[in-house]
């Protein structure tokens, strides 16, 4: 069976500025994958184009067997249906509801009663563990841990099986940050998610991610966890084996 998502010789360039040269990526079904790399190296420009927000200089990328590098939008749009999308800021239209967030992707794809949009709004919301009151909140009135979740309950507005998240716990505390990977495994397990995550938490990597994807030298090398700390790379070596890493890394070592 093909991967759920396949980049293959992805060239990324800005003017002058190449920012990916040749860029490999591969995700298998029902894995969690993380996405990792300096600053500069093109985290979030990669994830533009694997949504297809972008076109690269070359390269091909495929979703669940399609090529999506040269598909027009309307070819394009039915694609983005079958995957979500959580970005760093939650991206929530501050003029709009919790519910009302949730909806939009239902109103864009389906075609279902106002009853059947707000019930379905609502088992989203308590899916990811939000209380049915925060359904009728304004953004400007969710913590940073409700926002992430409501922006969560949007991305997984359609069933979809592949989920992409954007720095998923960033401006979190560490104990809303461990919640919210607990929420990220729930759901994966649950509902038999394919994962694709940007993160440059490394606690959220250690708990949740199967391999990582290292994005260095405007390519990416990826591996298991188990794996990839003894890469020689100078970044890895220094990302892996920091201090804050040497904890995770004796856990991972002893099998905890």
Same mark, same amino acid.
């Given at each position: 069976?093909?991967?759920?998502?396949?980049? *293959?010789? !992805?060239?990324?360039?800005?003017?002058?500025?190449?920012?990916?040269? $040749?860029?490999?990526?591969?995700?298998?079904?029902?894995?969690?994958?993380?996405?990792?790399?300096?600053?500069?190296?093109?985290?979030?420009?990669?994830?533009?184009?694997?949504? $297809? !927000?972008?076109?690269?200089?070359?390269?091909?990328?495929? =979703?669940? $067997?399609?090529? =999506?590098?040269?598909?027009?939008?309307?070819?394009?749009?039915?694609? *983005?249906?079958?995957?979500?999308?959580?970005?760093?800021?939650?991206?929530?239209?501050?003029?709009?509801?919790?519910?009302?967030?949730?909806?939009?992707?239902?109103?864009? /794809?389906?075609?279902?009663?106002?009853?059947? !949009?707000?019930?379905?709004?609502?088992?989203?919301?308590?899916?990811?563990?939000?209380?049915?009151?925060?359904?009728?909140?304004?953004?400007?009135?969710?913590? $940073?841990?409700?926002? *992430? +979740?409501?922006?969560?309950?949007?991305?997984?507005?359609?069933?979809?099986? !592949?989920?992409?998240?954007?720095?998923?716990?960033?401006?979190?505390?560490?104990?809303?940050?461990?919640?919210?990977?607990?929420?990220?495994?729930?759901?994966? +397990?649950?509902?038999?998610?394919?994962?694709?995550? =940007?993160?440059?938490?490394? &606690?959220?990597?250690? +708990?949740?991610?199967?391999?990582?994807?290292?994005?260095?030298? *405007?390519?990416?090398?990826?591996?298991?966890?188990?794996?990839?700390? &003894? /890469?020689?790379?100078?970044?890895?070596?220094?990302?892996?084996?920091?201090?804050?890493?040497?904890?995770?890394?004796?856990?991972?070592?002893?099998?905890?």
């Amino acid at each position: 069976m093909y991967p759920v998502v396949e980049v *293959k010789g !992805l060239v990324n360039r800005f003017g002058t500025q190449v920012v990916h040269d $040749g860029l490999d990526m591969t995700v298998e079904r029902d894995e969690v994958f993380g996405i990792v790399g300096g600053s500069g190296t093109g985290k979030s420009v990669l994830l533009r184009t694997i949504l $297809g !927000l972008q076109r690269p200089q070359a390269g091909e990328i495929r =979703i669940d $067997g399609q090529d =999506i590098t040269h598909m027009d939008e309307r070819q394009l749009r039915e694609v *983005k249906s079958h995957y979500g999308v959580s970005f760093q800021s939650g991206a929530l239209y501050s003029g709009l509801t919790v519910r009302e967030n949730v909806q939009l992707p239902m109103l864009e /794809y389906l075609r279902l009663s106002p009853q059947a !949009l707000d019930d379905l709004a609502m088992l989203k919301i308590r899916l990811v563990g939000l209380n049915p009151g925060a359904a009728g909140k304004y953004p400007s009135e969710l913590s $940073g841990g409700m926002v *992430k +979740r409501a922006a969560l309950a949007r991305a997984l507005a359609l069933d979809p099986r !592949l989920l992409f998240l954007d720095e998923p716990t960033s401006g979190l505390d560490p104990v809303s940050a461990a919640a919210f990977d607990d929420l990220v495994l729930y759901l994966q +397990r649950e509902l038999k998610l394919t994962i694709v995550m =940007i993160t440059h938490d490394l &606690d959220s990597i250690f +708990r949740t991610c199967n391999r990582v994807g290292v994005i260095v030298d *405007k390519r990416m090398v990826s591996d298991t966890l188990a794996k990839i700390v &003894d /890469y020689p790379n100078p970044w890895i070596q220094e990302y892996f084996h920091g201090e804050r890493a040497r904890a995770r890394l004796g856990e991972l070592q002893h099998g905890t």
